[in-house]
């Protein structure tokens, strides 16, 4: 049985060597860390590496759940590859060990929590670009398509699929442009 531990940070900004330091101290025979967002599994190259190594009887430990998922989802299907491989999970500072009953249901606590934080964070975003906006501050990305140019091949009597094959743009980019009365 060997306790492997993973820690991961969201920003290059931010230090691993508290998380590294309590992994360490909590047994870990090996870890591996990461910056890099939690909210999805994509591109998390080193949760994949340890996702592969683990055996059964084998402990992936985490700090806290946060740190290995911020959707329930993905911190489902960590839990049941882990389940598969007879592996079990546990953390830190959390009271989970899904070997027991009980872990498992703080486990999913938890992990609705992470999700809860994640999507309250998005929508604090959201407002706080909505009010950027109101207030002329916030102006989004720059145009990538010249209206102008559209509009002018359209007066030429070009159609929308000739359009977009000469100023390498999709089709729906032309009709969506054509469509608009603000753009055009």
């Not at 230090?15 to 910056?35: F, H, N, P, T």
């Not at 999913?108 to 407002?127: I, Y």
């Not at 009597?157 to 603000?182: C, F, M, T």
């Amino acid at each position: 049985m060997a306790v492997y531990g993973y820690a991961r940070v969201s920003t290059h900004e931010q230090d691993l060597a508290l998380q590294e330091e309590a992994l360490r101290k909590a047994g870990c025979d090996v870890i591996r860390a990461e910056k890099v967002s939690g909210t999805s599994r994509t591109g998390r190259a080193e949760l994949d590496t340890l996702m592969q190594f683990l055996r059964a009887g084998d402990v992936l430990m985490v700090t806290r759940i946060d740190r290995l998922a911020r959707s329930i989802g993905d911190l489902q299907d960590i839990v049941r590859e882990l389940r598969e491989k007879g592996a079990s999970l546990k953390a830190t500072e959390q009271p989970i060990d899904t070997s027991t009953a009980a872990g498992k249901a703080f486990l999913d606590m938890l992990g609705v929590f992470a999700e809860f934080e994640t999507n309250l964070r998005r929508e604090r975003q959201m407002e706080g670009i909505a009010k950027a906006k109101a207030a002329g501050i916030y102006q989004g990305r720059k145009p990538q398509i010249d209206a102008e140019q559209v509009r002018k091949l359209k007066s030429e009597g070009l159609g929308a699929a000739e359009i977009a094959r000469k100023l390498g743009i999709g089709r729906a980019s032309v009709y969506r442009l054509l469509n608009d009365p603000q753009a055009c």
